[in-house]
Structure formats: C-alpha cells, structure tokens
Nanobody
Framework: HVQLVESGGGSVQAGGSLRLSCAAS????????MGWFRQAPGKEREGVAT???????DYADSVKGRFAISLDNTKKAVYLQMNSLKPDDTAMYFC?????????????????WGQGTQVTVS
C-alpha cells in the first residue's frame, strides 16, 4: 500500500494561486499513475489532474491552462500548481495512487487516498 499525505491548501482570493503537495511513502511501482481529485460539498468527487510514469498528464476541462501536475522523484512528491483560481475551485482536494482500471479520472479506479486538504477561493 502507498501512504499519501497532502498539504498546501488554504484560503485565497479569486485570481490567486496555491500549490498542493502530496508526499508518498510505502510501496512503489515501476508503472504508476497518480492523480489529484476534488470534492465540493454536495457534489461527487471528480478528477482534476493525473500523471503517470511515462510523463503523460491529463486534466479536467475546467482546469486546463490553469492547473499543472508535476512530480519530484527525489522527494517522492506530486504537486498541483493551481493558478487563476476561481470560487468554483473551492473543494477538498485529494491525492490518489495505486491506479487499477481504465479511466484515469474515475475515483473508484484508485486504491490509495490521502486525507485531503481544503482549498477555499473567495
């Protein structure tokens, strides 16, 4: 199993930026995919961005051009740089790993989750 710990959330005004971090520890895989998801109150958890071991990245249409997912292999950390934040980006953000399945944006295809970090945009 992979242990994930998110950090970097907070409150920011519209147009501002935040960088979320996800520190991973435990079992590692040669072929992997990790993702950032978010869940707003009363809404389903949705995929925001994913990154795999080949370097492929995918983004939800709502964040394309504003968010960027990246990896620091030496620190075993995945980051989500969020720019031009909007009130609609307000949600709890989760890091996910241990992908099994087809769709990278489907939360049920990930077996390991962090505890989440709150992002509030006003």
């Amino acid at each position: 199993h992979v242990q994930l710990v998110e950090s970097g959330g907070g409150s920011v005004q519209a147009g501002g930026s935040l960088r979320l971090s996800c520190a991973a520890s435990g079992r590692t895989y040669s072929n992997w995919c990790m993702g950032w998801f978010r869940q707003a109150p009363g809404k389903e958890r949705e995929g925001v961005a994913t990154l795999d071991s080949s370097g492929r990245t995918d983004y939800a249409d709502s964040v394309k051009g504003r968010f960027a997912i990246s990896l620091d292999n030496t620190k075993k950390a995945v980051y989500l740089q969020m720019n031009s934040l909007k009130p609609d980006d307000t949600a709890m953000y989760f890091c996910a790993a241990d992908f099994r399945g087809d769709s990278r944006s489907r939360p049920s295809n990930y077996r390991c989750w962090g505890q989440g970090t709150q992002v509030t945009v006003s």
